[in-house]
């Protein structure tokens, strides 16, 4: 026999039942009820209050990142759920698993302008992997047992749940946790390859002379990381890592040659074009890794392996698409993947290499702090091992060129949706799940005061995370296009900060200001022997510019590269 | 040619929308889309007509339908022996003198009056959509008034059903 329950009880048995142990959210009217309820159940899971709806979003998809497991987040109707479709369309373009409540009107109230509707379930479809609006109580359990499995499985991605407040109310008696098994008849688990296809790619993959495995997040989502370590090392290919498959294969592993792509390394560009066989693993042809489509690897074959059948030929033509999870798709075709000397290869794409190094802005001796060295000098003092939390700009790619990352899940940036704000919040939430590492955040001044007031959370959390601000005085990686291709014309790209120090002392947080090299790594023990939230700001040389570049639309190899007077006539 | 896709969807709430939705956030063109029951509860029927020529175009169309949780099946008959039909419904205005005429012609398309009035007849016309475009043209000189098209459906010849056509799994 159960016992008599009402909607809002449901929402949080449920939760506790898929083993959520912690939420992100924000009461209002509309989901009042729930949080009501909430009170019966704080002893099995724990509530982060946000300070904005936009924050709950990026915290659940921050935590599910960092842990392979459903974030969740919580909101009222109207503008609460308004507030969510920023971080809805964040994790959707990475595919990030989260599930979001969402309070509605009264159901007999729908359509009317009540106060504080607004259609969510309509708003965020485009935006949501899956979306329901539970229009009975007796659907409410099994509804939300679907969202997480729509949200973790096939590709992963959000699912939102609009609850309105009725159904809150409405009680089951004897209510009984559904067991039966999900039955979803248009939504099926990935199956093994036919053996013609596995042949196909075996006989494409162990007849090419330039291969390139493409490493994308679909890597890390189907934890195919050994399997793309046996491929790579038994086929003797190299590695390329787009930004969200920054992990599956350690950076120190000499076969990864390095981020693709408008920001990439410069080798790991000139080999995408000069190969002759790509192996796509779960990743997508984003622009931002192929330059101009139509000379993209030109004299090459293309397997592309993805559990999403619609990436297959949408970008760029294939000439196998192969569509199953990646770890099944590895394992049917590796155990038969010939040894093969691919040295001449190797080296022809070290040599690529050795001209970046000559190239590297490490080696450059400034006055000024300069971004790439700061955040080289944060992977130093945290030995390379942190979970590090990046926004989006310059220092965004400044941090996937200078701090290599051994492990899976250690680097969580918005990179399909290039969301300004998404640091600071997804690290709080990230906080919640990396217990054995520290949890850094990469964040320019102009993305952190987009979602600033989360720091906020982040002292009532106590939440363990270090701020590093690579302040350059502006929305840098605008300014840089602006240099490049508007004749410096700098419309409102410098941008004005609040004294961080203060700002932090404010909210009840150390704050640190560094502006030179040496004092990075002192102030970063400081930092680690504090326990809860810290705050940096690295002031930094104002005019640099993240090289290589290929700009939007041109060849992947045409790539501008850092000045050098060993390769370019220049005053220095 | 145009593309037309056979579908089968879960007969919930919104799911219209939902396909709707997708072509226009895809940025591919609806030509015609007819829905309705089949011989499942709970599972409705979509014939999708779609401008897309191209056949990798058309397989990412394919794809994307099947891709939404609440589609079950999609089949693509653009290029299978199929069954496709179209119901139109026509008034035209007419005079005593061209009643007699209008009727030979609907006979001669095997078409049916379905309502006569002083002024006025409407013609039901069902056959492949070139047949109805054949009817519209004759019947323009005598002055068609207006005219309402339900868009294709399609079933595929022989034994073989949507239901056991499927496709790979969603995602
Ligand atoms: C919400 C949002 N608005 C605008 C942009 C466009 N944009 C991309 S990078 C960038 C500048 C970021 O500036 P900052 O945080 O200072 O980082 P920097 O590039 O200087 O390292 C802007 C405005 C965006 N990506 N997201």
């Known amino acids: 026999m159960g016992k008599t329950l009402t909607g809002a009880d449901i929402i949080w048995e449920c939760l506790v039942q898929e083993g959520v142990e912690v939420v992100f959210g924000y009461p209002g009217g509309a989901i009042l009820r729930a949080y009501d309820a909430l009170n019966n159940y704080y002893d099995q899971l724990h509530h982060v209050l946000v300070r904005h709806e936009q924050g709950a979003t990026h915290m659940a998809d921050g935590y599910a990142r960092a842990s392979g497991k459903v974030g969740v987040a919580i909101a009222t109707s109207g503008p609460g759920a308004t507030n969510m479709v920023t971080g809805l369309a964040t994790a959707m373009m990475d595919s990030s698993p989260i599930v979001c409540i969402t309070g509605q009107v009264a159901s007999t109230a729908i359509g009317g302008d009540a106060f504080q509707e607004c259609d969510v379930t309509g708003v965020t479809m485009p935006v949501t992997k899956h979306n329901y609006l539970v229009t009975d109580v007796n659907e409410l359990a099994q509804i939300i047992r679907e969202a997480f499995y729509i949200a973790r499985t096939g590709r992963p991605g959000p699912v939102l749940i609009d609850v309105p407040k009725n159904v809150q109310f409405a009680e089951i008696e004897n209510f009984v946790y559904p067991t039966e098994p999900i039955n979803l008849p248009g939504y099926q688990p990935p199956k093994n390859l036919p053996q013609e296809q596995v042949d196909k790619a075996l006989e494409l993959i162990n007849n090419a002379k330039k291969p390139v495995i493409l490493a994308g997040h679909g890597v890390l989502l189907a934890n195919a990381m050994p399997e793309l370590l046996e491929l790579s090392q038994k086929g003797n290919i190299p590695v390329t890592p787009t930004l969200l498959g920054i992990g599956g294969l350690p950076a120190s592993n000499p076969l990864n040659i390095g981020m693709m792509g408008m920001h990439g390394e410069a080798c790991a560009n000139h080999a995408i074009q000069e190969s002759d066989l790509l192996i796509a693993c779960g990743m997508r042809f984003d622009d931002r890794v192929t330059g101009k489509l139509n000379t993209y690897s030109p004299n090459s074959k293309k397997i592309h392996i993805d559990i999403d059948a619609s990436e297959i030929n949408k970008n760029i033509r294939v000439d196998l698409g192969l569509v199953t999870d990646l770890g099944i798709a590895l394992r049917q075709i590796n155990p038969k993947i010939e040894q093969k000397d691919r040295s001449a290869w190797l080296h022809q794409i070290r040599d690529w290499q050795e001209e970046s190094n000559q190239r590297d802005v490490l080696n450059i001796e400034s006055p000024t702090l300069l971004a790439a060295q700061a955040i080289r000098k944060v992977w130093e003092g945290t030995a390379g091992n942190a979970v590090i939390v990046s926004d989006v700009g310059q220092h965004q790619m400044l941090e996937s060129q200078y701090y290599p990352h051994e492990e899976p899940n250690t680097l969580l940036t918005s990179g399909g949706l290039g969301t300004m704000g998404f640091s600071v919040p997804a690290s709080i939430g990230a906080s919640f799940h990396v217990k054995d590492r520290e949890v850094w955040v990469i964040v320019g001044d102009g993305c952190i005061q987009m979602t600033i007031m989360e720091l906020a959370t982040a002292v009532q959390e106590n939440a363990n995370i270090n701020i590093c601000i690579i302040n350059n005085g502006h929305l840098g990686m605008v300014r840089q296009w602006q240099q490049m291709f508007y004749d410096a014309r700098y419309a409102e790209t410098p941008i004005s900060s609040p004294n961080y120090v203060k700002l932090a002392e404010a909210y009840g947080m150390p704050g640190y200001r560094v502006d030179k090299l040496e004092d990075i790594i002192p102030i970063m023990r400081k930092a680690q022997a504090h326990d809860g939230p810290v705050l940096i700001e690295m002031v930094v040389e104002q005019y640099d510019m993240v090289y290589p570049m290929v700009p939007a639309g041109a060849d992947l190899d045409a790539m501008i590269r850092r000045p050098h007077p060993q390769f370019e006539d220049m005053e220095i | ?171």
């Open chain 2, 1 to 171: 040619m145009k593309q037309t896709l056979v579908a089968l969807v879960e007969d919930k709430p919104g799911v219209l929308n939902r396909v709707a939705n997708l072509f226009r956030r895809r940025n591919f063109n609806i030509e015609s889309l007819a829905v309705g029951h089949s011989e499942t509860p709970g599972v409705s029927r979509m014939t999708i007509v779609t401008d897309e020529e191209e056949y990798l175009r058309r397989n990412i169309v394919r794809t994307n339908l099947l891709k939404m949780v609440n589609v079950i099946t999609v089949e693509d008959v653009t290029d299978i022996p199929s069954v496709i039909r179209e119901t139109a419904l026509i008034k035209v205005r007419i005079d005593a003198t061209k009643r007699r005429e209008v009727m030979d012609l609907a006979e001669m398309y095997r078409g049916r009056i379905v309502d006569v009035a002083n002024h006025s007849l409407i013609v039901e016309v069902t056959g492949e959509s070139t047949k109805i475009d054949s009817m519209l043209e004759v019947l323009e000189p005598i002055g068609i008034v207006e005219v309402m098209r339900t868009g294709k459906i399609a079933m595929r010849r022989g034994s073989v059903t949507a239901r056991e056509k499927n496709g790979t799994s969603g995602t």
